[in-house]
């Protein structure tokens, strides 16, 4: 028997299911994030720069872009509790955080690697940032300046905090999931997670689970006080390369080449909706407050010219008389 939150969101989903899709960059979106309190979207780009949208009723309206890194913006994230900063990993060896306020750059931080992911911690005291030489740095968010320092010695994915901010997870190479203490960063336990490659991870924001999507394919869902896995999703056929959990934490996005977008029911790992695309994925975010999920792909611009990249980001959940 579906539980009444399926059929309730089914039915919503039924009303709301259009996607509408915002110029945003000149090179294909490679990141997404809601700042905290959903006002603002922010994408990071191939092509060097950030934008931020502010979202108005069922659209997003470009507010700024965002100049200064050298090289590609892989990654960015907002500060967990201030709505106005947000912080972008770039592979010019640098990471910069921004105020939307001013719209400028209020620091620029040089690390010693082509960055490549980025988070904040969820008290807002630290950075951490992943290079491509697999070295995690940790930045005082406060004085800009590096706190620590890990190499590893396996191929660092993705990372993240755990919810209560003392443990520190990192997804690897070699489908493990190794989680230090925090702020020790003294190893705490190995979870070979996945046979293969294991990409990319998230927590749900009541903080009962965690998400891990990997290269075969599969999305686990794990519970964090146990650290075991629940269940797995397995709808997607190629390599899990983003995730998202709903801001009650019901609901979990993952994405891939796959042309569609998985939208899973946690509790059951029933399927809730499915995000039609025409190619691949590259990163998915469900607003904080409502059953809206931002979304990028690698689409490409007309039909005749098919190199060049769109560059756009879209919303998936708008009404369908919008």
């Given at each position: 028997m579906a539980s009444q939150y399926y059929q309730d969101l089914q039915e919503h989903f039924k009303n709301n299911n259009k996607s509408r899709e915002f110029p945003a960059h000149s090179a294909k979106v490679h990141s997404v994030?809601?700042?905290?309190?959903?006002?603002?979207?922010?994408?990071?780009?191939?092509?060097?720069?950030?934008?931020?949208?502010?979202?108005?009723?069922?659209?997003?309206?470009?507010?700024?872009?965002?100049?200064?890194?050298?090289?590609?913006?892989?990654?960015?994230?907002w500060h967990p509790t201030n709505p106005d900063l947000f912080v972008t990993a770039s592979g010019d060896k640098t990471i910069r955080i921004w105020d939307v306020r001013t719209t400028k750059c209020i620091a620029t931080i040089s690390t010693k690697g082509e960055n490549i992911n980025i988070c904040w911690s969820p008290d807002g005291q630290t950075i951490a940032v992943?290079?491509?030489?697999?070295?995690?740095?940790f930045i005082d968010a406060k004085t800009n300046r590096s706190r620590a320092e890990e190499q590893f010695k396996f191929e660092v994915n993705e990372i993240s905090w755990n919810n209560d901010?003392?443990?520190?997870?990192?997804?690897?190479?070699?489908?493990?999931?190794?989680?230090?203490?925090?702020?020790?960063?003294?190893?705490?336990?190995?979870?070979?997670?996945?046979?293969?490659?294991?990409?990319?991870?998230k927590f749900d924001p009541t903080g009962k689970y965690f998400a891990?999507?990997?290269?075969d394919a599969l999305v686990s869902l794990w519970n964090v006080e146990e650290l075991v896995c629940v269940r797995c999703f397995s709808r997607l056929d190629w390599p899990v390369r983003t995730l998202s959990f709903s801001h009650d934490g019901k609901m979990l996005a993952s994405a891939s080449e796959?042309?569609?977008?998985?939208?899973?029911?946690v509790e059951t790992g029933e399927k809730l909706w499915e995000v039609q695309c025409e190619s691949p994925t590259f990163t998915v975010a469900w607003h904080p407050k409502r059953?809206?999920?931002?979304?990028?792909?690698?689409?490409?611009?007309?039909?005749?010219?098919?190199?060049?990249?769109?560059?756009?980001?879209?919303?998936?959940?708008l009404p369908n008389d919008s």
């Open positions: 994030a809601w700042s905290c309190d959903g006002r603002r979207l922010a994408s990071g780009s191939f092509d060097k720069t950030a934008s931020v949208f502010v979202l108005e009723k069922d659209r997003l309206v470009k507010e700024n872009n965002y100049r200064g890194h050298g090289d590609s913006v892989d990654q960015l994230c992943g290079n491509k030489d697999d070295v995690v740095t901010n003392d443990m520190f997870f990192l997804t690897n190479g070699s489908g493990c999931i190794n989680i230090l203490s925090y702020p020790e960063l003294k190893p705490i336990q190995s979870i070979n997670a996945h046979p293969s490659n294991c990409i990319c991870i891990t999507g990997s290269a796959d042309h569609f977008i998985d939208i899973a029911e059953p809206l999920l931002a979304y990028a792909c690698d689409d490409k611009e007309g039909k005749y010219d098919s190199n060049r990249e769109a560059g756009t980001v879209k919303l998936f959940g």
